[in-house]
T-cell receptor
């Protein structure tokens, strides 16, 4: 079962940073935080994942609080193509399933 | 990112027929693949975990005799919806687990199944 809580929807102005929060208050010490997004009628796309340190790649940054009970996905300069449903998933590093919660529907506004 | 190919992308079939969906990892070996289904405006629901060379593990409430999964090689898994009925109409999505560089799941583009 999903172990995360996310807002149902968010809006963001084009060109601004989009900050998507995720609560995972019951996360275990060996569970990673993964972020995926799904554009309408497509398969989900991997964005980023991390354990406890902040992570950055070409798509986004992941900020994990020190107690690891919440995290924020940051899209630094949102574009219209970033409009999608964003899913936050917690999962043990190896061998376990990926369970999707309800996600956050992000709309980037021109 | 890694590439997972899924086909067909769309299939329409008559009630009572069987439909096979293929999922291939094109540039990595996927010992484990997962199959999901998604209804309109809902999240992805995990159906089963497919491990190469062994029987699939099904989630609670998913009928293993209706949704046959075969994972005969490290790059191919198939899902067969047997004796499909209109309530099986859904978006089916496969994914392959890549271990290199930390485990990440890569998804196919999905199959929209419509059963008439």
């Amino acid at each position: 079962d999903a172990k995360t809580t996310q807002p149902t929807s968010m809006d963001c102005a084009e060109g601004r940073a989009a900050n998507l929060p995720c609560n995972h208050s019951t996360i275990s010490g060996n569970e990673y935080v993964y972020w995926y997004r799904q554009i309408h009628s497509q398969g989900p796309q991997y964005i980023i994942h991390g354990l406890k340190n902040n992570e950055t790649n070409e798509m986004a940054s992941l900020i994990i609080t020190e107690d690891r009970k919440s995290s924020t996905l940051i899209l630094p300069h949102a574009t219209l193509r970033d409009t999608a449903v964003y899913y936050c998933i917690v999962r043990v590093a190896t061998g376990n399933q990926f369970y999707f919660g309800t996600g956050t529907s992000l709309t980037v506004i021109p | 990112g890694a590439v997972v190919s899924q086909h067909p992308s769309r299939v329409i079939c008559k009630s009572g027929t069987s439909v096979k969906i293929e999922c291939r990892s094109l540039d990595f070996q996927a010992t484990t693949m997962f199959w999901y289904r998604q209804f309109p405006k809902q999240s992805l629901m995990l159906m089963a975990t497919s491990n190469e060379g062994s029987k699939a593990t099904y989630e609670q409430g998913v009928e293993k005799d209706k949704f046959l999964i075969n994972h005969a090689s490290l790059t191919l898994s198939t899902l067969t919806v047997t004796s499909a009925h209109p309530e099986d109409s859904s978006f089916y999505i496969c994914s392959g687990l890549r271990s290199a560089g930390g485990e990440k799941l890569f998804f196919g583009s999905g199959t929209q199944l419509s059963v008439l």
